[in-house]
C-alpha cells in the first residue's frame, strides 16, 4: 500500500492559547478541538496530519525544514503575531519545495494597520482567513487539492 500524504500543521506564538484568548477575535475553540476535528478529516481522506505548536520562531522554521526533508504533501501554516514581522519565516518558505498555505483565525486586514502585512503570506501559495476555526478546516481542503 502507498504511504500515507502528510500535511504538517504548524501553529505559532499564542495559539496554545486558543479558547480563552481574546475569543470575541478568536472564538472559543481550543487549538485540541481544531487539531481534532482536522485529524477527523484527515482520516476521512487518508492523509497523515502532523499538528504542532510552538511559541518560538526557530522551532518554526526548523519544521519547515523538517516538512521539506520528509517530503511532506503540503505545509499549514499559522505563524500568529510572527506573520507580521518574521523574515526569518518568509525566507524559510522561500527556500523550500513544499508548499505552505498560510491561515489565520481572524481576517487580519479588519484589524490594526500593523497586521495588514504578512511576509509569510508574501512567500506562502495561498492564504485562508476571517473563518474561525473553520479556516484550519478549508486549509486542509486546499492542501488536498494540491
Do not use: C
Not at 26 to 33: H, N, V
Not at 50 to 68: K, T, Y
Amino acid at each position: 500500500m502507498a504511504e500515507a500524504r502528510k500535511i504538517y500543521v504548524l501553529n505559532g506564538p499564542n495559539i496554545n492559547m486558543l479558547g480563552t484568548r481574546e475569543p470575541e477575535i478568536y472564538g472559543y475553540d481550543t487549538l485540541d478541538d481544531i487539531a481534532e476535528r482536522m485529524e477527523d478529516a484527515a482520516n476521512r481522506a487518508h492523509v497523515e496530519i502532523d499538528f504542532r505548536q510552538s511559541n518560538h520562531e526557530g522551532h518554526l522554521v526548523d519544521w519547515l525544514q523538517e516538512a521539506h526533508a520528509e517530503g511532506a504533501h503540503a505545509v499549514i501554516l499559522n505563524a500568529a503575531g510572527l506573520t507580521h514581522s518574521s523574515i526569518a519565516l518568509h525566507d524559510a518558505i522561500k527556500a523550500i519545495a513544499v508548499p505552505v498555505i498560510e491561515v489565520h483565525l481572524s481576517n487580519p486586514h479588519r484589524r490594526e494597520e500593523f497586521r495588514h502585512r504578512s511576509y509569510v503570506g508574501m512567500a506562502a501559495k495561498g492564504t485562508i482567513a476571517g473563518f474561525g476555526a473553520l479556516s484550519y478546516m478549508l486549509a486542509l481542503e486546499a492542501a488536498l487539492e494540491l
